[in-house]
């Protein structure tokens, strides 16, 4: 009977440790997704502001020359913030999903 119990209390443990790490891994996600929300609000916020300086620039052009060399300039450079901005969220996702699988794996251990 007492190896009995010893079992129970062992699959206890694990059930309580797979618990905690399930809620850690929780906490992180929901700390995770406010970090990855923040950033691109940032990232939007950088690609607005860059749209306008764009946008003044193009109305103190000279000629229509001017203008479009201004809008290609822009859009140069939205691509390569675009592929940065995405390549920032990426490695984040990554980095969370490295995590919340860390935090599983420590806590089904025991």
Do not use: C
């Not at 609000?41 to 201004?70: G, H, P, W, Y």
């Not at 809008?71 to 140069?76: H, I, N, T, V």
């Amino acid at each position: 009977m007492s190896d009995d119990r010893s079992a129970a209390d062992a699959a206890t443990d694990k059930m309580q440790a797979a618990g905690e790490a399930m809620k850690a891994t929780g906490e992180r996600m929901a700390d995770s997704g406010a970090s990855v929300g923040a950033k691109m609000l940032d990232q939007a916020e950088e690609n607005v502001r860059e749209a306008f300086a764009a946008m003044r620039a193009a109305t103190q052009a000279k000629d229509l020359s001017e203008v479009m060399k201004i809008q290609g300039d822009y859009l140069r450079d939205q691509s390569s913030r675009a592929m940065t901005q995405a390549r920032e969220i990426g490695e984040m996702i990554v980095q969370f999903g490295k995590n919340a699988t860390d935090t599983m794996r420590g806590g089904m251990k025991g």
